[in-house]
């Protein structure tokens, strides 16, 4: 029978609901268990693709060309899963089926309410989604855990919960219960720990017809334990269903601090899980990768010029993937958020201090990474920073518009077409280096992109990226972009050893660039950290890592192997229970 583990959140937002649900998934996947996820937002957009990035970060893109909530990426990453766009609830969706049905005369003549209508398809659609497989091997899962978006008490969460309330009793109590993340603050002035508001969100949540089987206490330091009793009094659970989760130096330790109090314990005795109880093979993983992610001692500075750099969330995926990169190659990852319109010459004129900040910290960074976006909005200022990155001989990372940018600086500067540039920034160029894709239809802008897995076939053997994947043929890898570079003047860059040494199975698509003569100068269509796992590295990235590092060559030569300091060790299992593993790269998976 399929167990449903719904996670709700009190007091504020993004308190961390994501990662504690991710974490709980791997702790029950490291004992055998298949887990699945599935995050409700209770927002009416259709999907997240129409979002800015400051509303609730990145779109994050799956294999099925979804565009979802940043959160499934953080399960993807954790579990070692593939998901699919029905994997992300939300209200839109939930009305846009019902509204179709009753369109369609399928209620016969009723009246369709919020209850039963929109609470019954609520129901519906997780008990389907959660059979879905999501692993390599195609099997249902055991788990479903059920990440609810925004707070207890939103009027427009309330259908969800409403639902759910009805779903403990259709599914029966042995095979569901609620994680209740709330927030312990602990005010400067007095420095104890506050239980009122979690005690408040409680009671709310209790008043809706849910009882939280587990309330997790999201604080800065370790709950004392006068804090966990009170807790456990007014809030009507037993101390040991008061969970601890403070603060810690690396997401990866989650997982190990809810090991350590007992979860996996007590969810397998309240949910009837007959769980393997060995020593943890997966979980061993873990703890090396936060151990070794705490005593790291070489540092590496990546300059990220985004447009979006105040709010980091903006490029979680992108900022995951160095992370990724840098732990494989034993380097403590330092970031320096770079506003691209910052480095372009009008802001010389208009705040000098910025302009100069900004230039500091790009010439001064290891490696220069510039990132996907969208709009004309500080495009000048990410070629200046492609500029000095060629000249300079500087590792440098383009992503989807930053391989697009990198095409039109070198368009400008060593073809001499000086208003080279793409279609989407100036529709009248004389030489459109860049220009609009015909997989999209114009007009709408939800879900018009070239979106999802795309094959990249490698036209030539010698490719820095291609022995990086393991010297494969192809790679299957996730797009989200309109625009495409120009086929028709490739011969133009190629005669200049700008070369366009991966493309689409047609070979219509410019998908990877590499400059010759170059430590490290790489272009990619698509978004490879949007498949970059902690144990398997995504490839571009960690090529950028190693150059930046001054690593390339010696990793190259050894055949893509990491030193054995470097290696994880034979005894952490990867993310399916019981088999070995080593840093991989990402194995392709076959069609």
């Known amino acids: 029978m399929m167990k449903y583990i719904l996670v709700t959140g009190g007091v504020i937002s993004g308190i961390g609901k994501g990662i504690i649900a991710s974490s709980v998934g791997t702790i029950l996947k490291s004992c055998g268990l298949r887990v699945t996820a599935i995050k409700i937002d209770p927002y009416i957009n259709i999907d997240a693709g129409t979002f800015s990035p400051y509303e609730h970060g990145e779109v994050f893109v799956l294999d099925d060309g979804g565009e979802v909530d940043l959160d499934l990426g953080n399960y993807e990453r954790f579990l070692d899963i593939r998901l699919t766009r ?17 369109r369609r005369g399928d209620y016969l003549g009723k009246t369709v309410q919020v209850v039963p209508h929109i609470t019954d398809a609520i129901q519906e659609w997780v008990m389907k989604q959660a059979r879905v497989p999501v692993d390599d091997d195609y099997e249902e899962p055991h788990v479903c855990v059920i990440e609810l978006g925004g707070t207890v008490g939103d009027i427009e969460s309330m259908p969800f919960i409403e639902a759910f309330r009805q779903f403990q009793f259709k599914v029966k109590k042995d095979n569901f219960c609620n994680i209740h993340v709330s927030l312990i603050p602990q005010p400067s002035a007095t420095g104890e720990q506050k239980t009122k508001p979690t005690q408040n969100s409680v009671r709310e949540l209790r008043g809706l017809g849910l009882s939280p089987d587990l309330i997790m206490c999201r604080c800065t330091t370790a709950l004392e334990n006068s804090v966990k009793e009170k807790i456990s009094m007014f809030c ?3 101390p040991e269903q008061v969970i601890c989760v403070h603060d810690v130096s690396s997401i990866y330790r989650v997982p190990l601090l809810l090991q350590d109090q007992g979860v996996v314990g007590y969810l397998s005795k309240r949910l009837n899980m007959p769980i ?6 997966m979980l061993t993983k873990w703890k090396e990768m936060s151990d070794r992610s705490d005593r790291l001692l070489e540092h590496c500075s990546i300059a990220l ?10 490029y979680a995926s992108v900022i995951k993937a160095l992370e990724h990169s840098a732990l494989a190659i034993s380097h403590k990852l330092e970031v320096k958020y770079i506003d691209s319109a910052n480095l372009e010459p009008s802001t010389l004129q208009e705040e000098p201090v910025k302009y100069h900040e900004a230039w500091q910290k790009l010439c001064s960074a290891d490696g220069i990474l510039v990132p996907g976006g969208f709009g004309v909005r500080g495009t000048e200022g990410k070629i200046h920073a492609i500029n000095w990155a060629r000249k300079q001989k500087k590792p440098f990372l383009g992503v989807c518009l930053g391989m697009q940018l990198a095409v039109c600086e070198f368009a400008r500067n060593m073809l001499g077409w000086k208003d080279a540039n793409s279609t989407e920034f100036d529709p009248d160029s004389k030489h459109p280096v860049v220009i609009d894709m015909p997989e999209h239809n114009p007009g709408q802008m939800g879900g018009t992109m070239r979106l999802g897995k795309r094959r990249t076939i490698f036209k030539t053997d010698n490719s820095v990226l291609r022995k990086l994947y393991g010297d494969v043929e192809y790679v299957d890898e996730r797009h989200r972009h309109r625009f495409e570079v120009n086929p028709e003047l490739k011969s133009y860059f190629e005669q200049k050893g700008f070369r366009f040494v991966g493309q689409d199975v047609e070979g219509e698509r410019m998908e990877v660039i590499e400059l010759d003569d170059h430590p490290y100068f790489v272009g990619v269509q698509y978004h490879p950290e949007f498949t970059s796992r902690p144990i398997k590295p995504s490839p571009p990235y960690l090529g950028l890592l190693l150059a930046a590092a001054g690593k390339l060559l010696g990793y190259l030569e050894k055949g893509c192997r990491l030193s054995p300091r470097d290696t994880y060790s ?7 229970p019981d088999s070995e593993v080593e840093l991989k790269m990402p194995s392709i998976s076959s069609e």
Not at 276 to 281: A, G, V
Not at 305 to 314: A, M, Q, R
């Open 236 to 238: 009507h659970v037993e």
């Open 305 to 314: 010029v985004g447009k979006y750099t105040k709010f980091s969330d903006s």
């Open 86 to 102: 029905d994997n992300n609830l939300t209200t839109g969706k939930i009305y846009q089926s019902v509204i179709n049905k009753e």
């Open 276 to 281: 393997d109880t060995r020593p943890r093979k």
């Open 570 to 576: 034979d005894h952490s299992g990867s993310s399916t």
